[in-house]
Structure formats: structure tokens, C-alpha cells
């Protein structure tokens, strides 16, 4: 997943400093914060890294990066470049978050969802920053929990958008359910969720953004590769088109030579799109 996130060679001047000042009035202007591993919760695996730019927190952007690794492994290291990149921008804030990961006794819903809000809460309990203006920005499961925590948990008035990078968001797709190969990838998510699909097609909606879209979910950017043997296509045309039918801003691009890991110039063209899609809600 890191071949699409090489934007990060743009990354100019990066910032190095501290926080000083400790009032609660968040109207009051504020030196950069730069700070890493920071603990959001009592589990070892919530973590985040804390960028936040000098300036007028209130009034403030927040984009929050949101790891893959079908939700039982990998680390916000995937999104290092792209944590580094917004920090050499100095624009809006940012954290990258770890969570708690998938075990047989805890699966992903609410537990990684519940990691979000909490990381978001940590920003003004520890840094005094209310972050009232977000973005939430996933890769792959990533995307699902992102997607699923801005469009079925988050105040609508807070998130001003969602950046989906190949997510899972509907696993009641007819595709994942046919004979094949795409069968044979569901009985994974079967197995993190620890549900059969058969008799359980009510909590695969419950855990499934796509059947959380409405007139106030945030707008939305969605990608996608043509060749993908992990995520079908499927799952962003559904989203794309139910958004289109509620009336929700959203963008949806296909890259039909590409597979889970974008090609080169597909990625670089995803990220550009991604950057202009947060420089314009955010």
C-alpha cells in the first residue's frame, strides 16, 4: 500500500517543535506541536503521531490517516510519507493513527471505530484542540473503518470529508457472495469478523458504510483499481452510486490497470486528486 503514497517526495521543509502553552482557550494562537507515539488510550496499540501546525486551533483543519492491513495487521508507518508530506505543507493538522487490531475475542467493529473517536477526543483533552473541521483518510480496511466511523458515528458537522483509498464498504456486494474467487476472499472477512455470512446478512449491513449513506454524510472521494484481487471494483461503483442517489458530493475514480497497490502514475494522479479534494473542504 506505501507505492501510492510516494507523493511524499514533494515533502519540502519539515518542521521541528513544541507545545507550550496550556490554556483552554482555543481562540488563542498556539506554537506547532510535532509529537510521536502519543497515547489516545490505555492499550499499547493506540498510538498516534500528532502534527499540529502554530496557529488558531478552533478555527483549524484535521486530517486523520487511517492504516490497512485487513484490519488484523500492519502500522501507521504506511502512512509516514504522507504524515510527513502534510507536515511540510504546515496547512492543517494531522495525526496517524495505530488501533487496537482484530483478535478472536475482539473484532474490528466498534473497537476500531471506537480508536477514531478517541484519538480525535485525545487531540483536545492533551492539546487543547477541539477539531471541529475533519478529514478522515483510509487505505483498504483502513477506508472501511474511516468510512464506517465518519458515516455512521461522527457528528456530520464535524467531518467535511472522507478519502477512500480501495475500501471495503459493503459486504453485502452480490460479487463478494458468487462462486470463486471473490467467495474465497470473503471467507477471510468472515473469519476477522468471526460472523458466517449465511444467517448473520444483518450485522454484515450493521458493519457495512455503504447502508449508513444519507443527505448529511460528508462528501466523499473514492478509489479504486480495475485490477484489484482483494477489493472488488464493485464496492466503489455501489458506494458511488449510492451517494449519487442521496444527494452527497462525492467523486469516484477507476483505475483500470491497477490492482490493490496502485501503479505509478495511477497513484501519483490519486494523489493529487486526494490533495485538491482536501485543500477544498478542509
Request: contains cysteine.
Amino acid at each position: 500500500m506505501k507505492r501510492f503514497l510516494f507523493l511524499a517526495v514533494l515533502t519540502g521543509l519539515l518542521l521541528t517543535a513544541c507545545h507550550k502553552r496550556n490554556t483552554r482557550d482555543e481562540s488563542q494562537f498556539r506554537s506547532t506541536v510535532l509529537d510521536y507515539d502519543v497515547h489516545y488510550g490505555s492499550h499499547p496499540q493506540q498510538i498516534m503521531d500528532v502534527y499540529i501546525p502554530a496557529g488558531v486551533r478552533d478555527t483549524m483543519g484535521l486530517i486523520v490517516l487511517v492504516h490497512g492491513g485487513s484490519w488484523y495487521q500492519r502500522d501507521k508507518s504506511d502512512f509516514a510519507p504522507w504524515f510527513d508530506f502534510e507536515r511540510g505543507l504546515a496547512r492543517y493538522a494531522v495525526i496517524n493513527l495505530d488501533y487496537r487490531l482484530d483478535t478472536p475475542t475482539a473484532p474490528p467493529v466498534p473497537q476500531q471505530t471506537d480508536d477514531i473517536a478517541a484519538a480525535i477526543d485525545a487531540l483536545d483533552t492533551q492539546y487543547h484542540f477541539p477539531a471541529r473541521r475533519i478529514i478522515v483518510f483510509g487505505l483498504s480496511s483502513g477506508s472501511h473503518i474511516a468510512s464506517l466511523y465518519a458515516y455512521r458515528y461522527a457528528d456530520p458537522q464535524r467531518i467535511k470529508g472522507v478519502i477512500n483509498f480501495v475500501g471495503p464498504v459493503d459486504f453485502n456486494d452480490p460479487q463478494y457472495h458468487t462462486a470463486g474467487h471473490w467467495q474465497y476472499i470473503f471467507t477471510g472477512i468472515e473469519y476477522i469478523f468471526n460472523h458466517p455470512y449465511q444467517g448473520n446478512e444483518s450485522y454484515y449491513a450493521g458493519v457495512s458504510p455503504y447502508h449508513y449513506v444519507q443527505s448529511s454524510t460528508p462528501p466523499s472521494i473514492l478509489f479504486y483499481g480495475g485490477a484489484d484481487t482483494l477489493v472488488p471494483p464493485t464496492q466503489g461503483q455501489r458506494l458511488h452510486a449510492r451517494l449519487d442517489s442521496a444527494g452527497v458530493e462525492n467523486e469516484f475514480y477507476l483505475y483500470p490497470n491497477s490492482g490493490h497497490i496502485f501503479n505509478n502514475a495511477d497513484g501519483w494522479d490519486a494523489a493529487q486528486k486526494a490533495q485538491h479534494f482536501i485543500l477544498q473542504h478542509l
